[in-house]
């Protein structure tokens, strides 16, 4: 039950940050393209990616399952916006929006990809 409301928490936290940071982006850059969303995700994909190299079993940095789960499952479940993504390039497209729309699929996933690669490399060079 313990690791329930760990996620639980994690998840408020997460959530709470990607409404903050994801209407701060749309604040300065507008709402057309979806900046906000894949600042979340980027960003997200680097703190999934440091934590969990900087704490698996080569880690430097011991924590409790429940600690990898409150950041993992938790902050970063909450944080990140797939659900969201898919949302607002369904709605590029309804728009025929097609550029935006491949525009937004292409940056996500290689930006996301190599935010996580980038997580990964940092912790490792931490964990060396």
Do not use: K
């Not at 408020?12 to 300065?28: K, N, P």
């Not at 993504?85 to 996500?108: C, H, K, M, P, Y």
């Amino acid at each position: 039950m313990d690791t329930y409301l760990w996620v639980a928490f994690g998840s408020a936290l997460g959530g709470i940050g990607r409404f903050w940071c994801s209407g701060f982006v749309a604040e300065r850059f507008g709402g057309t393209f979806p900046w906000g969303t894949m600042l979340v995700n980027v960003v997200g994909s680097f703190i999934i990616g440091f934590f969990a190299t900087l704490t698996g079993p080569d880690g430097r940095l011991l924590v409790s399952p429940n600690a990898r789960q409150f950041v993992m499952v938790g902050i970063c479940g909450g944080y990140t916006t797939f659900s969201s993504f898919s949302l607002q390039t369904l709605s590029l497209l309804r728009d025929e929006e097609w550029l935006l729309a491949g525009l937004n699929i292409v940056l996500s996933v290689v930006l996301c990809m190599l935010s996580v690669w980038l997580g990964h490399v940092a912790a490792a060079a931490i964990n060396d």
